[in-house]
């Protein structure tokens, strides 16, 4: 799939041919209007048969695109690049037949590589804005004067030539930058976030399964219970034929196993239907959980405190909480040299989670950008070789810190102290919440389901 592109090499692929087509009609029409005015209302003397070839020659490309690819052709890199290296030279062709950079027109020559850079690749930018470069240059010193009726030559001083010049060049590099590294962003974080609701959404299923699995054992326990009476009747009746007689015997000993397969999943779906709410300690244990056999050991205590009051908080089991915990605690057990510590701590107000590792720390140069997507670390020759198989994006922190702040948390991210006696000298993440935003006590969702009715039948 061409959307997840965090370096913006796909995102041409996002533009429609039709979409090209219609600003180049409008481009067409533009330039036929600015032709027309200089030649009628001002009396300029202009190559009006070559002008009106350069315009036509888009003409004839508009029309060969419409009639030959359909209506939802969408470009791919090359095809983007020859489209707008097409309009750059008939842009460049019909500015040097109207006075090159004493046209005041010629600004327009940065449309193509501006707007382009916003969904193209960096080489082809950059590509683009050498053209442009050259291009510029070639028209301050060589074009076709623009004249008067009387002969007259329209031209600027060679001062301001010059100047113009050098504010093209100046706005090409700048603009041409700007629209590149902002549209590059904007597709990372789309990315980033289809990424982190694709994952919420997976934890969400996960979660809805269990509801499925115990409805599935619920309504299958009767047709089981008639398939076991069915075959202990015909057990009796086939006593006098023995081979009959071990078919009926697994029949039912099979209709045995299926009832306590489907009792056991039953039980494990309503725990997780139910189960609502929890333990604050229960839910970080359920969410690092998968990381807890990855050599690395896995501590949970509660050293610091803030005004701790009353007994431990039971928190609302979210998706979303689980899934960002889980992506922390991987994040730590991946760095740590061997321990993480999950640290709990709660008060009237807050509960606050504290995750640390005995590892080496996030980069000191990195810290401020913890949680942006795509997040590329030059790993040294020592982490590589460490880890040969990481390759860190910052993807998982930004998912865990996307789905904790939708949850209503607030992260930080920190380096323990390096002293030798320090083991908790690594990274520290703390998570803070507004105990109103997760404790089951202050949530209606959570509140404690009725009896089951008892189920009857005639």
Known sequence: MNFYSPTGTQRHNWVRLRTIIMLRWAAIIGQLIAITVAQRMYSLQLELGLCYLVVGCSIV??????????ESKRLSEGENLLMVVFDLLQLSFLLFLTGGLHNPFSLLILGPVTVSASVMSLRSTVFLGVLAFVIVTFLALYHLPLRTEQGFILQIPNLFVFGNWVAIIIALVFLSA????????????????????????REQKLTDIGGVVAAAAHELGTPLATIKLASSELLDELSDRPDLAEDAALIREQADRCREILHSMGRAGKDDLHLRKAPLSAVLEEAAEPHIDRSKRIIFEQPFQIDEIGAQPEILRRPEIIHGMRNLVQNAVDFADATVWVETAWSENKISIRIVDDGAGFPTHLIGRIGDPFMRHRSSEKEKSARPEYEGMGLGLFIAKTLLERSGAELNFANGTSRKNNPKRGAIIEVVWPREKIDAAFSAVAQVTGENMRNQTH
């Open 178 to 201: 700007y629209s590149w590294k902002t549209s590059n962003e904007m597709h990372s974080m789309a990315a980033a976030l289809q990424a982190t609701y694709l994952a919420l959404s």
């Open 61 to 70: 490309g508009n029309l060969i695109a419409i009639f030959v690819f359909p």
